[in-house]
Structure formats: C-alpha cells, structure tokens
C-alpha cells in the first residue's frame, strides 16, 4: 500500500472512530452521578406501567434524534420564534414522551446537577421503556453523549427516511449515517411496536396502480382490512398497529407478517424487493437471532455523530438549549 493510501486509512478510521461512539462507554456516570441510570430506569418502568404505547414513542424519538445531527438530543429541543426545531418538521408527526423525558431530566437535576445528558437520558429511556415487558435490559447502552446546540426542522425532512422509500433509498439514507443494510432491516424490526397513520400508507390502497388498484405487493385481505380503517386518502388522524395482533410486544414478528406481505409502509415492503435484503428478513424470523442483531446495531445507532468530551452541553432542561 502506498503512504498516502495508508494516511487516508488512518484519517478515515480515526473519524470513524470519533464520530461513531469511540467516546462512549459503559456506565459513563458511575463516579459522577452512580444512581443515574437506575433513575431514569424508575421512571420510565412507572411510566409505561401506565401507558404501554410510551416504547414505541421513546424507541422512534431515539431514532430520530440520532439520524438528525447525531444522538445529540436535538430531537427534544422545542422551537422559538427564530428557529423551527425538528420537532416541527413533518416527520415528527405523533412523536411522543417529551414530557416523561422531562420529568427524568428534573429528577436528575435534583440529584446530580449538569450532569446527565438529554442525549443519554433518550438513549436509556429507549432502552429501559422497550425491556419493561422482560424485565431485564435488552440492550447496552454506552454512554457519555452530550447535547447539541442547533435543532432545525429542515433538518429533520433531509434526513429522516420517508415511508414511501424504495430500497435504494433507504440504503442510502441508512449509508449517509454509517449503517449498513443489515442495520436496516434489522432496525426496521422497531416497527414490532406502535402505530401508523393512515396518510403514511394509504396510497397504497386507493388506486395505486393508477386503474383503481391497490399496491399489488400489499396483501390484497389485508389491504381490504385496512380500507375499513383508513376510509379515504385525506384522512389523517387514524392510525394502525404496524404489527397487527402483536403491536405492543416487541418481538420479530414484524418479520413474519412482513413475509406475507403485510408490512404497513412501502418502507417496510422495500425490504423483501432486493436480494440481500430479503434474506436477511428471513434470517431475522429467529427470535434469537432477531433479539441479538437488534442489540448491537442499537449499538451502532446509538453511536452515530455523538459529541462527547467538551464538545456540546449538558442540558439543562432538555426543551430548551442553556
Ligand atoms: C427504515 C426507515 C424508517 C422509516 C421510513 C420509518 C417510518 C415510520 C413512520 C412513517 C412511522 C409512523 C409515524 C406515524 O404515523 O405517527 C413510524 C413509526 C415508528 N417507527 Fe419507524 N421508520 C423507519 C425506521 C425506524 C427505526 C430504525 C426505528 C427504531 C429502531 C423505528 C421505530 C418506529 C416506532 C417504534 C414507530 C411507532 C411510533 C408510535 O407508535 O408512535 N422506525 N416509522
Ligand atoms: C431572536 O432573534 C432576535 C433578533 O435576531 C434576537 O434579538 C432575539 O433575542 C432572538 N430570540 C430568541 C428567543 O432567540
Ligand atoms: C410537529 O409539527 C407540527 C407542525 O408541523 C406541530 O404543530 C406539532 O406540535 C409538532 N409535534 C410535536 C410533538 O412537537
Ligand atoms: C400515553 O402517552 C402518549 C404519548 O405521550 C400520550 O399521547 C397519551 O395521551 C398517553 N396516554 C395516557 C392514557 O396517558
Ligand atoms: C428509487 O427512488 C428514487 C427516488 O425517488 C428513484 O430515482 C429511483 O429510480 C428508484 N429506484 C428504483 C429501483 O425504483
Ligand atoms: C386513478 O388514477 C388515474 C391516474 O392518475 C386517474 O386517471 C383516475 O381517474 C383515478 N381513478 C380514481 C377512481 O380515482
Ligand atoms: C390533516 O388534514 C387536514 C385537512 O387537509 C389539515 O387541515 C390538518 O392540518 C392535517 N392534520 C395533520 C396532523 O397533518
């Protein structure tokens, strides 16, 4: 290898490094503030003791901070006057917990000041709120993330994927953040919880093919159900369980009614259309498989773009940068 092929390696491995988490570590918090994770665990178990579509909310919200800007909980920062934050971007439609995440943050506030970030306060409560159901955490999450300064609605519609994405396209939206198409498609296994709305999926019922027809890679009884759900394209307001019958476990079988066609988006139906993909969705209808790829490309997710060392902030209310 020639010196310079060796030094452009190096440079590429090294902002690698940086921007994909080589910051994070386990229990960042230990000597600076040692009850932070169990707090923010409480919290989130009591919360969604009480209200079981929170897993879905805090899993999306975790999603998206990360694809904008990094997992810099730029996500949670409401907008002024002068900026309209990703909050208000169209993507952000039904995202939800903004609330419990506050209430975290206070607690925290309260026992280790300037401490804990926002950023890590998302990653955990992802984390914790999806485990609430075995009891036991599902994945690690590293920690050490600080908060970011600057959340742009703009932002948020350049580089959240849209569920009308063919394959190619979430590909290269999965490539632009450092994940690969195993990522994807084993990440997309988030959509195991929660709701759709009816506006993300109904071209795909009333005269998709342009004579009438619904997509044909949408199950025909299936699409028939979810007429009698979504009455015409203008509505906006209902929503459907991505998984049906399983919409508030978090298990793999995403995967299986997806085989049958029954995957809510045209996102979720890109995935059987390219061949690496489609088999990696079979592979992912092994529960264990499923359960282990999903921890380590979280892993991954949760590492992208971070700022850590003296870069960013530490919040201190997580709407609203200090
Ligand atoms: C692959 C690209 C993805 C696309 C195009 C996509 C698109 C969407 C859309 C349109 C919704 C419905 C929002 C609504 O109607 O309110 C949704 C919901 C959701 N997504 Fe994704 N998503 C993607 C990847 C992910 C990833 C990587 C995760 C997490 C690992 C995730 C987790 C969720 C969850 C949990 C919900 C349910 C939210 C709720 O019930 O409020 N999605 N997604
Ligand atoms: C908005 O911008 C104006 C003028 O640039 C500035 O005076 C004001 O402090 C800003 N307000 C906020 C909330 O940032
Ligand atoms: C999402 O954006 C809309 C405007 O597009 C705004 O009215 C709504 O409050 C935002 N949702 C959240 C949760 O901030
Ligand atoms: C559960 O949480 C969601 C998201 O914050 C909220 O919209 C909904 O009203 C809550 N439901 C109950 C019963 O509190
Ligand atoms: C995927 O979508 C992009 C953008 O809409 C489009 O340019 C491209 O032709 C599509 N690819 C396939 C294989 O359909
Ligand atoms: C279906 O779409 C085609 C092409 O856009 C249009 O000409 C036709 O009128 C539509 N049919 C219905 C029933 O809306
Ligand atoms: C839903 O559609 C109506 C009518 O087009 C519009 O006024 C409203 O703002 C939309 N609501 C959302 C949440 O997009």
Same mark, same amino acid.
């Given at each position: ?25 386990? *229990? ?22 009480? /209200? ?39 993507? @952000? ?29 998302? #990653? ?89 027809? #619904? ?11 979810? +007429? ?19 919409? =508030? $476990? ?10 049958? /066609? ?12 390219? *061949?690496?993909?489609? @088999?990696?969705?079979?592979? =992912? ?14 892993? +991954? ?17 997580? $709407?609203?940068?200090?």
């Amino acid at each position: 290898m020639k010196g310079g092929s060796v030094l452009f390696l190096i440079t590429v491995v090294t902002v690698l490094g940086v921007c994909h988490g080589g910051q994070l570590r386990k *229990k960042f918090y230990k000597e600076s503030c040692p009850q932070a994770e169990e707090i923010v665990k409480n919290i989130i178990w009591k919360s969604v003791a009480s /209200n079981s579509t929170l897993p879905a909310k805090f899993l999306r919200m975790h999603f998206h901070d990360c694809f904008v800007r990094g997992c810099d909980g730029s996500v949670l920062i409401d907008s002024t006057p002068n900026n309209s934050a990703e909050k208000d971007a169209i993507p @952000n439609q039904s995202l939800g917990g903004f609330d419990v995440i506050e209430e975290v943050k206070t607690q925290l506030e309260k026992t280790c000041p300037g401490v804990v970030s926002c950023a890590d306060i998302l #990653a955990l409560a992802a984390r914790d709120s999806v485990s609430f159901q075995f009891k036991k955490p599902l994945w690690k999450v590293l920690t050490g993330r600080r908060d970011g300064r600057i959340s742009l609605a703009s932002e948020a519609l350049a580089n959240i994927p849209s569920p009308f994405f063919n394959f190619t396209a979430l590909k290269q939206s999965f490539a632009s953040k450092g994940l690969t198409v195993h990522d994807l498609v084993v990440l997309s296994g988030g959509h195991t919880i929660g709701v759709g709305h009816c506006n993300f999926f109904s071209n795909r019922l009333y005269n998709f093919t342009g004579n009438g027809g #619904a997509d044909p890679s949408l199950n025909p009884q299936y699409a028939a159900f979810l +007429r009698t759900q979504c009455r015409s394209l203008a509505d906006n307001t209902t929503t459907v369980p991505m998984d049906p019958g399983s919409g =508030l $476990n978090f298990d793999n079988h995403y995967y299986k009614i997806l085989l049958q /066609n029954k995957g809510l988006f045209q996102s979720d139906a890109a995935l059987l259309t390219n *061949k690496g993909s489609n @088999n990696i969705v079979e592979e =992912l209808t092994d529960s264990e498989k499923f359960f282990t790829e999903f921890a380590q490309s979280m892993k +991954r997710m949760g590492a992208i773009e971070v700022l850590t060392g003296s870069s960013g902030e530490i919040r201190k209310k997580c $709407n609203v940068i200090n």
